[in-house]
């Protein structure tokens, strides 16, 4: 008796899963095609055009463009805020990490917040605080000025709101990567023998390398594109204080379209050429960085 | 080569946490001695004080005649296993046992050639020749541990530590090593003290044990000793499974419900008493004038071990019986048990 039942029992039961498993492969379709279209339309459309319009005027027009001596100018200075802005942030950022994820202390949630703080923080707003500090009516002002020391509309205010700005990127990779592996490699350096500095170099650092260049690629990517916070402290004195996202917006402001995507071009291009890097970089060593992960 | 390891009158607390109050040990040098307690009872607290991976609040932990306080990590020489073995993922095994003989100061490193010798040797040692280009990621479970190990002896250390060695491997590689590790003691004659929650593993591996509970150390004796005369209700307790008898002890006699159940007891603390009895030391009996009667109400294996559960009259729990004889009782059957050892202390 019961076994006549038996197969009746099962057969819709298959035809239930299989139902299933049809529907689940049509919200995965769906979901794919709603994230492609999305991609798509905001993020690689607008990305094309930059490079579409600045090749618009053929290829003389735009080596000119980005020859011109402000042009120039503006990359040199690009760099060099990055040049300076990156490894301080990166070393602070080792240091703010270590101290997070080694140590126990009083105020470390405080810190954790800190770090946080200029993401949660408008761009703009960074900048003012640097005018309203360090501007010749600011509270340091006087003081610098009778000094002879040029903070805002001068390269240090630069240097200290890209800093400002891009701060939390290594800090904020390194963090949990140093938390999950814990204290006890560096214990086991110590114990056999290892001086402080050497297993910070050997053990602490080669643990978390690919997780410490990865914010120092962010960190760069950003340094390099800030606009909001640089342009407030710069006073976009052309040639001098101009930086590579300052000098297209002017240019798109004087109505030169085509050299303002020709320089935008080379910030998308930089902003490729770090996708690429990270690529890359799971790409070859994504069996280490799980690695170097586990434990 | 090895020291003598003399722990005097140790206090550690954690933020308003006493991990150890007042520990003292003497540790022989060349001894093999097991830290066995249950988690939070102070054991890797104390062996990484040894370590010098922690401070104590009060007390010492000397190094033969050195006082450890007036050493640095490198000059106290220890070699510490960790329990997750700690191995450094980014080198492979030849680099991580070589590690600690880089670290030397340059007048006291050896030079490339005869750190590679050590390499193999020591890689002879744990018996894992060949195995020097792998990377920690690419080693089984039991060979990490065989590495740290090598790792931990290459800078020839003066005393070894070793954090729940055995904690995060399978059962059946578990009893190899613990062979083995004996074995490599007995070799290499190191000054050892290992942590371990598992008795088992200390009773057979530790030329003494020390128990420790709630951050003293109840008792430290040979493995005989601890289990035979256990000195407190909890190494009694700790060591193996136990019955519990309330008894009252009158002259040389245990008494439990008005009837004699033990005789010839030299401790003469008169009154209310519990008696540990383990299960191989009650025996199923004909007829004897010291007897407990009672019924048997369940029967189980357990491994080689057949064993009966007895209810007592006037005891609410079950008492655990292993059988000596082929013969097993029916369930139901009405027994006498007689107590051949048991542990005596003071009711509570």
């Given amino acids: 008796m019961s076994d006549a039942t038996l197969p009746t029992a099962a057969a819709p039961a298959r035809r239930e899963t299989g139902r299933a498993r049809r529907e689940s492969r049509r919200v995965q379709f769906v979901l794919i095609a709603v994230s492609l279209a999305f991609l798509l339309f905001f993020l690689l459309l607008p990305l094309a055009t930059v490079f579409v319009e600045a090749a618009a005027r053929g290829w003389e027009a735009y080596r000119a463009a980005i020859t011109e001596p402000d042009a120039l100018a503006a990359v040199r200075l690009t760099l060099l805020v990055a040049a300076i802005a990156v490894p301080f942030n990166t070393i602070v950022g080792i240091a703010a990490a270590w101290a997070i994820a080694k140590f126990e202390f009083r105020g470390k949630n405080l810190l954790i917040s800190l770090i946080d703080l200029p993401f949660s923080v408008s761009p703009v707003i960074a900048g003012l605080v640097f005018v309203l500090l360090f501007g010749a009516q600011g509270y340091f002002g006087s003081w610098l000025q009778a000094h002879g020391v040029k903070i805002v509309f001068a390269l240090p205010g630069l240097i200290l709101a890209t800093v400002f700005v891009t701060f939390p990127f290594v800090a904020r990779e390194l963090i949990p990567h140093m938390q999950s592996l814990g204290s006890a490699d560096e214990e086991a350096a110590l114990t056999l023998g290892a001086s402080p500095w050497r297993t910070f170099l050997t053990v602490t650092l080669p643990n978390v390398k690919w997780s410490l260049f990865y914010g120092i690629l962010l960190c760069n990517a950003r340094a390099m594109g800030e606009f909001g916070a640089v342009a407030v402290v710069s006073g976009k004195i052309r040639g001098e204080t101009n930086t590579m996202p300052l000098h297209v917006e002017i240019l798109y402001n004087e109505y030169m379209g085509p050299a303002a995507f020709a320089v935008a071009s080379l910030l998308a291009g930089l902003a490729l050429v770090t996708l690429v890097l990270k690529t890359l970089l799971e790409w070859h060593y994504g069996d280490a960085i799980a690695a170097s992960r586990r434990h | ?348």
């Avoid at chain 2, 060695?165 to 000054?191: I, N, Q, S, Y």
Wanted: contains cysteine; hydrophobic residues 40%; glycine residues 8%.
């Fill in chain 2, 1 to 348: 080569m090895s020291v003598a390891v003399t722990i005097e009158a140790i206090e550690k607390r954690f933020e308003n946490f006493p991990a150890l109050r007042g520990v003292s040990l003497d540790i022989q040098p060349g001894e093999l001695v097991a830290l066995l307690g249950p988690s939070g009872s102070g054991k890797t607290t104390l062996l990484r004080l040894i370590a010098g991976l922690e401070e104590a609040d009060r007390g010492r932990v000397l190094f033969g005649e050195t006082d450890t306080r007036d050493l640095s990590l490198r000059e106290r020489r220890i070699g510490f296993v960790f329990q997750q073995y700690a191995l450094f993922k980014t080198m492979n095994v030849a680099d991580n046992i070589a590690f600690g003989l880089r670290s030397r100061p340059r007048d006291a490193r050896p030079d490339a050639a005869e750190i590679r010798k050590r390499v193999k040797d020591l890689l002879e040692l744990v018996q894992l020749p060949g195995l020097d280009k792998r990377y920690p990621s690419q080693l089984s479970g039991g060979q990490r541990q065989r590495v740290a190990l090598a790792r931990a002896l290459a800078i020839e250390p003066r005393v070894l530590l070793l954090d729940e060695p055995f904690g995060a491997l399978d059962a059946k590689v578990r009893k190899d090593l613990r062979a083995w590790l004996r074995e490599l003691h007995g070799r290499t004659g190191h000054t050892t003290v290992f942590v371990t929650h598992d008795q088992e593993e200390a009773l057979e591996l530790a030329d003494r044990v020390a128990i420790l509970n709630d951050g003293r150390i109840e008792q430290v004796g040979s493995a005989d000793d601890v289990y035979d005369h256990p000195a407190t209700p909890f190494v009694c307790e700790f060591l193996g499974e136990v019955n519990k008898l309330p008894v009252k002890v009158v002259g040389s006699q245990a008494f439990f419900d008005n009837r004699p159940v033990l005789g010839g007891l030299t401790q003469n603390q008169g009154g209310a008493a519990a008696l540990y009895v383990r299960p191989q030391h009650l025996r199923i009996v004909d007829e004897t004038p010291l007897a407990l009667p009672g019924t048997v109400e369940h029967l189980r294996r357990n491994g080689p071990l057949r064993r009966a559960e007895v209810a007592i009259d006037g005891l609410k729990k079950r008492l655990d019986v292993d059988l000596a004889s082929q013969v097993a009782p029916a369930i139901g059957e009405r027994v006498k048990l007689r107590i051949t050892h048991g542990n005596l202390f003071a009711a509570a």
